[in-house]
T-cell receptor, first 116, second 112 residues
Framework: KNQVEQSPQSLIILEGKNCTLQ??????????LRWYKQDTGRGPVSLTI?????NTKSNGRYTATLDADTKQSSLHITASQLSDSASYIC???????????????FGKGTHLIIQP | KAGVTQTPRYLIKTRGQQVTLSCSPI?????VSWYQQTPGQGLQFLFE???????NKGNFPGRFSGRQFSNSRSEMNVSTLELGDSALYLC???????????FGPGTRLTVT
């Protein structure tokens, strides 16, 4: 069964500090992996998307890494800001031919709180 | 380009009632997916519609149903509401053959 496990479930850090969120998956075969940021009460917004051949991808202060051999990904946030407080969701896609939600497996997310 | 819109944003219903939620996808997006999100379970896939046809369905009871119109707008209906149906219901749209999902702001449903 395809699964996506995220850790930690929740994390509290001080403003300005760095943090790393983890995503381990069992989806196989694998097409791509996305990280979403979801503010409280809002819909998720895509941060990065990584394919099998990519190891690192950055989006401002967000850097995602992918190790397809060990089926692990991480999202590193540098110099955290209060606006980074949100849930971060890892989503892994299998290479099915359909679009939309076909072949997607969602993690339960990491709830990140940035304290001033 | 306008994003995915969902109406209403907040809803309070009583156990046993039914509810209809609406989703308007991004212009040009023909795939619409619905998700239920609760604190303990994360995002749970309900169903997906493409060109007015249900393409995929998650593991939810028959009380949850949906439909899509010719303009790609979609509705989902929940009948005989239960307390456990209280959740954030998210709609996402995507282009054909793309799994890049664009989410709406959600509808917060509270069942009392």
């Amino acid at each position: 069964k395809n699964q996506v496990e995220q850790s930690p479930q929740s994390l509290i850090i001080l403003e300005g500090k760095n943090c790393t969120l983890q995503c381990n998956y069992t989806v196989s075969p694998f097409s791509n992996l996305r990280w979403y940021k979801q503010d409280t009460g809002r819909g998720p917004v895509s941060l990065t998307i990584m394919t099998f051949s990519e190891n690192t991808k950055s989006n401002g202060r967000y850097t995602a890494t992918l190790d397809a051999d060990t089926k692990q990904s991480s999202l590193h946030i540098t110099a955290s800001q209060l606006s980074d407080s949100a849930s971060y969701i890892c989503v892994v896609s299998a290479p099915y031919s359909g679009g939309g939600a076909d072949g997607l497996t969602f993690g339960k997310g990491t709830h990140l709180i940035i304290q001033p | 380009k306008a994003g995915v819109t969902q109406t209403p944003r907040y809803l309070i219903k009583t156990r046993g009632q039914q509810v209809t939620l609406s989703c308007s996808p991004i212009s040009g997006h023909r795939s619409v997916s619905w998700y239920q999100q609760t604190p303990g379970q994360g995002l749970q896939f309900l169903f997906e519609y493409f060109s007015e046809t249900q393409r995929n369905k998650g593991n939810f009871p028959g009380r949850f149903s949906g439909r899509q119109f010719s303009n790609s707008r979609s509705e989902m209906n929940v009948s005989t509401l239960e307390l456990g149906d209280s959740a954030l219901y998210l709609c996402a749209s995507s282009l054909p053959q793309s799994r890049e999902q664009y989410f709406g702001p959600g509808t917060r449903l509270t069942v009392t």
